[in-house]
Nanobody, 127 residues
């Protein structure tokens, strides 16, 4: 059974930085695509950043490009999201997700393509 546990969220001022971590257990982490989704209050859960199972491909939504960096450490079964130049619009619950299929050489971007989810970590950016 795959389990994902996020950490690193918190309250930060606009312009600040946070680093989210997602520790995975069970499953085949080293070949699975991983992603960070986020859900703002009253809105749907949306894709923010993803990395292929190979680690060679990454994808970001336009609103976070140049500010967020996703990376993975297969030795530690952990995926990270480095978030810089944070804006109030980045306020959301951030969820880690793992895809089981078709994600070694690709970055799935649709919520339904991910099979396992963490419980989320809250990020609040004050203005």
């Amino acid at each position: 059974q795959v389990q994902l546990k996020e950490s690193g969220g918190g309250l930060v001022q606009a312009g600040g930085s946070l680093r989210l971590s997602c520790a995975a257990s069970g499953g085949t982490f080293s070949t699975s695509g991983m992603a960070w989704f986020r859900q703002a209050p009253g809105k749907e859960r949306d894709f923010a950043a993803g990395i292929s199972g190979s680690g060679r491909l990454t994808y970001y939504v336009d609103s976070v490009k140049g500010r967020f960096t996703i990376s993975r450490d297969d030795a530690e079964n952990t995926v990270y999201l480095e978030m810089n130049s944070l804006k109030p619009d980045d306020t959301a619950i951030y969820y880690c997700a793992q895809a089981s299929h078709g994600s070694y050489r690709a970055v799935p971007r649709v919520l339904g393509e991910y099979d396992y989810w963490g419980q989320g970590t809250q990020v609040i950016v004050s203005s």
